[in-house]
């Protein structure tokens, strides 16, 4: 068996030979002969990564012209002496040379010579650059990151053309060795964090990498220790040039459309990026009311049931009676009918993600309208019961961000609620707040810049700063001193 | 690691204080006298204080870190000591955290189940770091604040200055009994004294933050009481947090669940410190055996105790127990004083 990192033979049959070997004569690699000159070559390529057209102007055209009398003036030429393809580079074994081929380049071989030139021609089919599907702005840019790895690097080095932007190509996964690309500013990001960062997706010992998520676990210190993600991901080029000039690093996956940022802020997942396209007062209300969203769409089943059943109290007299005569006509405990609610509408909403778009309409009409007015009517579930639920799903869309984490804390908040009152209420809000607390992935805290105050940032978390607070100092989310920079 | 900022050990301090103030402070005969009273409390406090702070100004060092360096064997004496008080002070707060609860709350819950949860959550906040427990003590004294605020808002209609009345049949005993009952209740003192080696700067100022931060607020929870409630609160011998529910006006008593709510957390978030710091004991006394599951248990033997007191009902007799304030003195105190004393005569002799 040939090794990978064997180096190349400058028998071209030899060579030939021991790469069909390696890749187990898979169909999908293309080997085409020539003479150039007086010189065997050889172009290789695989299968639809190449496009044609680039290959045949930019590579094989000036090599007909070339009239060759051995190897090294093959090699000369195509190193030295022409401009063939803007991505160029040596191939000397086969590991280069196998990577190299199946990323769409064209790896050109001359008899004589133990080496090669790969040539990037990538043709592959690839999603055009839509707009997002989720993180959708009225006023802000419509562009999203698609699954090439290239053009999402465009697409954030159009927005921010200074020097200081740096990419870091990688490659992760044994198998899949994956193009996975590390974005920072060098002036703005910690440079321990991007050592970190580096080091922690180095030794991901993943075969594939075939998603952010691969990743996620590695590049998130604090992943199986906390319950809120110390990592975010975001779909815009436009959020990721924001969050890199905050000293983020941002981490691009090929195959991804999706562009991991860390570390990750409690606040960010108030923000959107139409919080710059409005006034500060409309974007500070704005975020108020998402905060308040968030409290509704974890308590608000929880405080209902712990209200209810426990403290009767704390309603005013009328509210209590219209209560009282709601949960007296139902047949199941409270804390049964919210629970089989709560499950009861996530069961519809991940159908309903599940599903193909033109039938995911169907399941809210079935689920909300057939199923909800027919469980009121038949007495099963009260009314009030049902518009917390509603109130709470509707709380929870606003801050689409934090979904998987509320709707998993909704249901804690409810047991607790449902045994013991507000005291388990209370209980469960300061296990997850001091979860929150102890957050300091990357030497940033998750609730950073509350709690450390930072008392230059701390208004950010609610209110939107101007863009002349913002044209006077641009902060990063570490504040790190000057010497910690990579300058 | 010394991450702990000056304001965050202040307001987890204050936290302790206001778990203590509702729990177990009772206002007597004059409100206005046992304000004026808490006032001189404070300025006791600072003066014990003075000789702590002094030794690390001089020294660089806590006290507890100061012992380590110079006498190894007379450090792990008075780290026992600590470890005592704080068992002792573990013991009271999960065991009143459970009675008061079964006692003045609705909720269906038993005492033992209580205790249970509550320590199961003060284990997880006791194994984060101070520095973590500091940022959460921070943002449960601001929801602290907020209730309290609103509570101030929905009672102003309601509130009687005359509440605040100066009239006692003994001042000066009152005054006197005052401080040194509310000193012996100041057991966070100790904590305080124990975290400031979590401290990298700013001692001072986190001292004068938590005199100052813990006497606004305990003059503002006991304003509060005494204006809304008027003869009530002196006159009842229940706890501050539970005067809500007596109150005369339905609206103070609709914040009865939410008062229970921030009580419980304050309470935990205490529990929590003090395990925490009864680990960090273990762990110095215990050194070689500080992984063995003895150890890692010892910190909750405390409220494993209280389990029989609480189950054969007889934790009474725990209620409003005030140990001699001579304890507190002597720990936050004394110690550091002869501490502070022990390093100038070493400079002297150095000299």
Redesign the interface.
């Known amino acids: 068996m040939t090794d990978l990192d064997e180096a190349l033979s400058a028998d071209i049959e030899t060579t030939l030979s021991k790469l069909k070997e390696l890749c187990g004569e898979t169909d999908d690699l293309n080997i085409m002969r020539v003479r150039v000159g007086r010189v065997e070559c050889a172009a290789i390529t695989a299968e639809g990564q190449v496009s044609n057209s680039a290959a045949g102007d930019l590579i094989f055209q000036p090599l007909m012209y070339l009239n060759a009398c051995d190897a090294h003036e093959v090699a000369d030429f195509l190193m030295e002496s022409s401009l063939l393809s803007t991505q160029r580079s040596k191939v000397s074994n086969y590991r280069e040379l196998v990577e190299l081929m199946f990323s769409g380049f064209c790896i050109v071989l001359a008899d004589g010579w133990a080496k090669g030139v790969a040539f990037g021609a990538q043709g592959f089919e690839k999603r055009s650059v839509s707009p997002p599907d989720s993180e959708q702005t009225v006023y802000g840019p419509q562009d999203s990151f698609n699954e090439t790895v290239r053009n999402n690097i465009s697409l954030i080095r159009r927005r921010l053309k200074t020097p200081f932007l740096k990419f870091e190509m990688i490659k992760c996964g044994r198998r899949s060795r994956t193009d996975v690309c590390i974005i920072y500013m060098r002036d703005k990001a910690s440079a321990r964090m991007v050592a970190q960062i580096r080091k922690r997706l180095k030794d991901t010992g993943l075969d594939t990498v075939l998603s952010g998520g691969y990743i996620e676990p590695f590049v998130d210190g604090a992943y199986n220790k906390s319950f809120f993600p110390g990592v975010t991901y975001t779909q815009r080029p436009d959020a990721a040039c924001l969050h890199l000039n905050e000293g983020r690093v941002c981490i691009l996956v090929d195959g991804s459309p999706f562009c991991l940022v860390c570390p990750a802020l409690f606040s960010d997942s108030f923000r959107t990026m139409d919080d710059m396209s409005a006034k500060p007062g409309y974007a500070t209300f704005i975020r108020w009311l998402k905060y308040f969203a968030f409290v509704l769409a974890v308590a608000l089943p929880g405080l209902y049931v712990?209200?209810v059943m426990?403290?009767p109290?704390?309603?005013a007299l009328k509210l209590l009676l219209n209560l009282y005569v709601s949960e007296e006509a139902t047949p199941f405990p409270l804390p049964v009918e919210m629970t089989v609610l709560v499950l009861m509408f996530e069961i519809m909403r991940e159908a309903g993600i599940r599903l193909p778009k033109a039938v995911g309409g169907a399941v809210s009409i079935v689920g909300g309208l057939i199923i909800g007015d027919a469980a009121v009517k038949s007495g099963l579930i009260s009314v009030p019961l049902l518009i917390v639920v509603g109130i709470t799903a509707t709380s929870a869309f606003v801050i689409p961000r934090l979904d998987r984490q509320i709707t998993l804390l909704r249901i804690v908040f409810i047991i607790a609620a449902s045994?013991?009152?507000?005291?388990?209420?209370?209980?469960c809000?300061?296990?997850f707040?001091?979860?929150i607390?102890?957050m300091?992935d990357l030497n940033v805290?998750f609730?950073s810049p509350l709690?450390?105050?930072n008392k230059r940032r701390v208004g950010e978390v609610f209110f939107r700063r101007s863009f002349r607070g913002y044209a006077a100092r641009h902060s990063t989310v570490t504040d790190f001193t000057h010497d910690d920079r990579r300058g | 690691m010394k991450t702990l900022?000056p304001?965050?050990l202040a307001l987890t301090m204050c936290c302790c204080r206001l778990f203590t103030l509702l729990s177990e402070v009772r206002l007597g005969d004059s409100p206005a006298l046992f304000m004026v009273s808490l006032a001189a409390l404070g300025a006791v406090e600072a003066v014990l204080l003075i000789p702590c702070i002094g030794l690390i100004k001089k020294t660089g060092k806590a006290p507890l870190e100061f012992l380590y360096e110079k006498n190894t064997v007379a450090a792990q004496a008075v780290t026992v000591v600590f470890m005592g008080f704080f068992l002792w002070d573990c013991f009271l707060t999960s065991g009143g955290l459970a009675y008061y609860?079964d006692r003045f709350?609705?909720?269906?819950?038993s005492r033992i189940?209580?205790l249970f949860?509550?320590v199961a959550?003060a284990g997880?906040?006791s194994s984060?770091?101070s520095?973590?427990?500091g940022?959460?003590a921070?943002?449960?004294f601001g929801a602290f604040v907020i209730f309290m605020l609103l509570l101030g808002v929905n009672t102003v209609a309601d509130a009687d200055i005359m509440g605040l009345h100066l009239a006692a049949e003994h001042p000066k005993e009152s005054f006197a009994y005052n401080i040194s009952s509310q000193l012996s209740q100041s057991r966070e003192l100790v904590l305080f004294v124990f975290l400031l080696s979590d401290l990298k700067q700013g001692h001072r100022r986190s001292a004068a933050l938590y005199i100052i931060i813990a006497l606004c607020m305990a003059q503002g929870c006991i304003c509060l009481a005494a204006t809304a409630l008027g003869d009530l609160a002196s006159a009842t011998d229940t706890p501050l947090y539970y005067l809500s529910?007596l109150s005369s006006s339905g609206i103070a008593?609709?914040?009865?669940?939410?008062f229970?709510?921030?009580w419980?957390?304050l309470g935990?978030?205490r529990l929590?410190i003090i395990i925490h710091c009864i680990s960090r004991c273990v762990k110095r006394v215990f050194a070689p055996f500080s992984n063995s599951l003895a150890a890692k248990l010892l910190p909750f033997l405390p409220a494993v105790l209280s389990v029989p007191i609480l189950y054969t009902r007889r934790w009474k007799m725990f209620v409003l127990f005030a140990q001699p304030p001579y304890i507190i003195v002597s720990i936050v105190g004394v110690v550091p004083l002869v501490l502070l004393a022990v390093s100038k005569r070493r400079r002297e002799v150095e000299d």
């Open positions: 712990a209200l426990y403290h109290e704390a309603f045994t013991s009152g507000l005291f388990g209420v209370s209980l809000c300061i296990l707040m001091s979860n607390c102890a300091n805290s609730l709690s450390p105050i | 900022t304001l965050q609860l709350f609705s909720t269906d819950i189940a209580a949860c509550a959550v997880y906040i984060l770091s520095s973590s427990v940022k959460c921070a943002l449960a529910c008593e609709r914040f009865d669940a939410g229970m709510a921030v419980t957390a935990v978030l929590g």
